[in-house]
């Protein structure tokens, strides 16, 4: 793997019908966000060729939006990361590392926030942006990182919905 990218989900419905988390929908403002950072990442030249998904609704649907900026991405939903912690989060990226260049994970905060920060800070990112991403990790948020032979991320770019003319809140 030469790349990661970890994206929150777009926006949910406060409640799902059934009144189980894990079936929360998009709201409609999620569904366009989620295509429109799928759009940004396409741009900027960050393509996934393999997708690791938590299995809850929002973040499928988070990946279904965001996929058609992409061809040829292979999917794995996966129900372990369903508001999975960062251990749990790092030993699925590192079952696929030698499976795909670039992995792109979609999950929840906080282990997807608290994950994008450990990785700054283990990589000597600059204190700002390790404070700019401490803040805050909107829905709708991609924090893409490059990974060395050694395993070591490198930060290499924060993508927010809001600043592509998006919604993305907490």
Do not use: C
């Amino acid at each position: 793997m030469d790349r990661l990218i970890l994206f929150r989900h777009a926006k949910a419905e406060r409640t799902a019908p059934s009144g189980d988390d894990h079936d929360r929908s998009l709201t409609e403002r999620g569904r366009e966000d989620a295509r429109l950072m799928g759009q940004v990442l396409a741009d900027a030249g960050v393509k996934p060729d393999l997708a690791l998904v938590s299995d809850a609704q929002r973040t499928r649907q988070t990946w279904t939006e965001a996929a058609r900026a992409f061809d040829g991405v292979a999917l794995r939903l996966e129900s372990r990361l369903y508001n999975a912690g960062t251990q749990a989060l790092r030993a699925a990226v590192e079952e696929v590392e030698d499976q795909a260049a670039t992995v792109v994970l979609v999950g929840h905060n906080p282990g997807i926030h608290s994950l994008a920060v450990e990785l700054l800070v283990e990589g000597g990112a600059a204190p700002s942006t390790i404070e700019k991403l401490r803040s805050k990790f909107p829905t709708a948020t991609a924090a893409v990182f490059t990974v060395d032979a050694a395993g070591r991320a490198a930060y290499d770019g924060l993508y927010l919905a809001k600043d592509h003319g998006g919604g993305g809140e907490e």
